[in-house]
């Protein structure tokens, strides 16, 4: 499975940005999908995942309540809401995709990797 994430880009404080995330094949629709982020100097993190059909959803604490992730199965792509964005978001943002149906912050299960789309939030 490759995966292409984008939409990232520059954002003021209090912005928005929808990243997407979309899979070279349909093996992706059975598997549950995160995406992580990575800022200059620290590890990579949890942000969300969403299991294999939509009805479940994960999200780092951080995020809760101003991001959304969702996915449409028909076109193989996860998407990534990200309102009322804050500079401490600001981080290269990765797609993956776990090797279960149902998978929430542990890195360990998530076996695909996207290259990465950086967001910048000022301040």
């Known amino acids: 499975v490759q995966l292409q994430a984008s939409g990232g880009g520059l954002v003021q404080a209090g912005g928005s940005l929808r990243l997407s995330c979309a899979a070279s094949r349909r093996t992706s629709s059975n598997n549950a999908v995160g995406w992580f982020r990575q800022a200059p100097e620290k590890e990579r993190e949890f942000v969300a995942s969403?299991?294999?059909?939509?009805?479940?959803?994960y999200y780092a604490d951080s995020v809760k309540g101003r991001f959304t992730i969702s996915r449409d199965n028909s076109k193989n792509t996860v998407y990534l809401q990200m309102n009322s964005l804050k500079s401490e978001d600001t981080a290269v943002y990765y797609c993956?995709?776990?090797?279960?149906?149902?998978?929430?912050?542990?890195?360990?299960?998530?076996?695909?990797w996207g290259q990465g789309t950086q967001v910048t939030v000022s301040s």
């Open positions: 993956a995709v776990c090797r279960y149906s149902n998978c929430a912050s542990s890195r360990e299960p998530y076996n695909y």
């Open positions: 969403i299991n294999w059909n939509g009805g479940t959803t």
